[in-house]
């Protein structure tokens, strides 16, 4: 069984893991923009999220860098 960290976002992440350590990344998915319609087209109910298969996200998708996301915020 996997033993998860659950981080808060007030205090930094090295500060919340275990003493051993001295270095601490969080590694996020990657960012992909679909084309426009994508998600109308897959979607089978309004309660239901699809995701893309990695051959659709290879054949339609397009990276969104982290960089322009933080300034866009």
Same mark, same amino acid.
């Given at each position: 069984?996997?033993? #998860?960290?659950?981080?808060?976002? $007030?205090?930094?992440?090295?500060? @919340?893991?275990?003493?051993? #350590?001295?270095?601490?990344?969080?590694?996020?998915?990657? +960012?992909? @923009?679909?084309?426009?319609?994508?998600?109308?087209?897959?979607?089978?109910?309004?309660?239901? #999220?699809?995701?893309?298969?990695? $051959?659709?996200?290879? $054949?339609?998708?397009?990276?969104? +860098?982290? $960089?322009?996301?933080?300034?866009?915020?």
């Amino acid at each position: 069984m996997l033993d #998860y960290i659950w981080i808060d976002d $007030e205090t930094s992440i090295l500060n @919340q893991v275990k003493s051993q #350590y001295k270095y601490a990344l969080i590694i996020t998915n990657p +960012f992909i @923009q679909m084309t426009q319609g994508w998600y109308n087209n897959k979607k089978i109910s309004v309660l239901e #999220y699809t995701y893309p298969t990695n $051959e659709e996200i290879i $054949e339609y998708g397009k990276p969104v +860098f982290v $960089e322009s996301n933080i300034k866009a915020n």
